[in-house]
């Protein structure tokens, strides 16, 4: 199983950007997948997690509104579209799939993890 994160990059306060998550040796449609961010110094926090087979969403409370999770089974890949992005957003963001169930926002409760894409805010 490979993730590979892209999208990340540097923008302006009240920018956007959109992640993307490469799935290979999975079929996203088939797991859940979640998206994950660090910053330095800091522990790994989650950011919003998709149910693919039911296209059921949940969200952290610091980016609902903001954020919107979405997945294209034909491409095989989850998304995180940003928007209104804050300093505070500046972080590592990974994304994560086979989720073994149990709290969502729990990195424990993930098996596989991409490198992460970095976004910084400014």
């Known amino acids: 199983v490979q993730l590979v994160e892209s999208g990340g990059g540097a923008v302006q306060t009240g920018g956007s950007l959109r992640l993307s998550c490469a799935a290979s040796?999975?079929?996203?449609?088939?797991?859940?997948m979640g998206w994950f961010r660090q910053a330095p110094g800091k522990g790994r926090e989650a950011v919003a997690h998709?149910?693919?087979?039911?296209?059921?969403?949940y969200y952290a409370d610091f980016v609902k509104g903001r954020f919107t999770i979405s997945h294209d089974k034909v491409k095989n890949a989850v998304y995180l579209e940003m928007s209104n992005l804050q300093p505070e957003d500046s972080a590592m963001y990974y994304c994560?799939?086979?989720?073994?169930?149990?709290?969502?926002?729990?990195?424990?409760?993930?098996?596989?993890w991409g490198q992460g894409t970095q976004v910084t805010v400014s």
């Open positions: 994560a799939t086979s989720y073994r169930g149990g709290d969502w926002e729990s990195p424990l409760n993930y098996k596989y």
């Open positions: 040796g999975i079929a996203v449609d088939n797991f859940c």
């Open positions: 998709i149910w693919t087979a039911y296209g059921v969403t």
